[in-house]
T-cell receptor
Framework: DAGVIQSPRHEVTEMGQEVTLRCKPISGHDYLFWYRQTMMRGLELLIYFNNNVPIDDSGMPEDRFSAKMPNASFSTLKIQPSEPRDSAVYFC???????????????FGPGTRLTVT | DAKTTQPPSMDCAEGRAANLPCNHSTISGNEYVYWYRQIHSQGPQYIIHGLKNNETNEMASLIITEDRKSSTLILPHATLRDTAVYYCIVRPSFYNNNDMRFGAGTRLTVKP
């Protein structure tokens, strides 16, 4: 199993540019999560999907952030326009369907390190 | 949600068992204990979880006290690659809060 795949691994962009982060979850996992990690704020949940449907986007910081999951094997997180304070490591994670404990048994990708200058 | 308390750092000799404690004295009956770790520059990695019985998998063992107020993650034969920050998290058995916010964790350093 390849695990959760994220691309790109590193992204450097200028303020105001659009940034698109990509994620391929583990096959068979029904839940997909987007997180952001910074030194100051730690790991924060941005949004999660169940069967491709967004369930909770209360963690999305503002309208500049949007996420989609067009099918079970692909999701994107878009920032438009990007700002320096968006600089962070963005993680995608997935988990199995089934009993509630499995929801928190999440498998993370390697992350995308975003730097906005 | 129950809060957890972990020592900020620990050292362990390579090949020896690493025992990482976690205090969760306010845990409620429907909350599970989960352990994750994060190796430098990598994503968090799920290790194990349990409710009240001790659990073991290929990575580690989880020992939960009878009163469930504390637990210990055991890495039976620590290697240098086990150097990481280890997080103990308590989450409910139902979906009332989907936040997987990690605390400060324990920074485990495995030394040769």
């Amino acid at each position: 199993d390849a695990g959760v795949i994220q691309s790109p691994r590193h992204e450097v962009t200028e303020m105001g540019q659009e940034v698109t982060l990509r994620c391929k979850p583990i096959s068979g996992h029904d839940y997909l999560f987007w997180y952001r990690q910074t030194m100051m704020r730690g790991l924060e949940l941005l949004i999660y999907f169940n069967n491709n449907v967004p369930i909770d986007d209360s963690g999305m910081p503002e309208d500049r952030f949007s996420a989609k999951m067009p099918n079970a094997s692909f999701s994107t997180l878009k920032i438009q326009p990007s700002e320096p304070r968006d600089s962070a490591v963005y993680f995608c994670a997935s988990s199995l369907p089934g009993t509630s404990p499995k929801f928190y048994e999440q498998y993370f990708g390697p992350g995308t390190r975003l730097t906005v200058t | 949600d129950a809060k957890t308390t972990q020592p900020p750092s620990m050292d362990c000799a390579e090949g020896r068992a690493a025992n990482l404690p976690c205090n969760h004295s306010t845990i409620s009956g429907n909350e599970y204990v989960y352990w994750y770790r994060q190796i430098h520059s990598q994503g968090p990695q799920y290790i194990i979880h349990g409710l009240k019985n001790n659990e073991t998998n290929e990575m580690a063992s989880l020992i939960i006290t009878e009163d469930r107020k504390s637990s210990t993650l055991i890495l039976p034969h620590a290697t240098l690659r086990d150097t990481a920050v280890y997080y103990c998290i308590v989450r409910p058995s139902f979906y009332n809060n989907n936040d997987m916010r990690f605390g400060a964790g324990t920074r485990l350093t495995v030394k040769p």
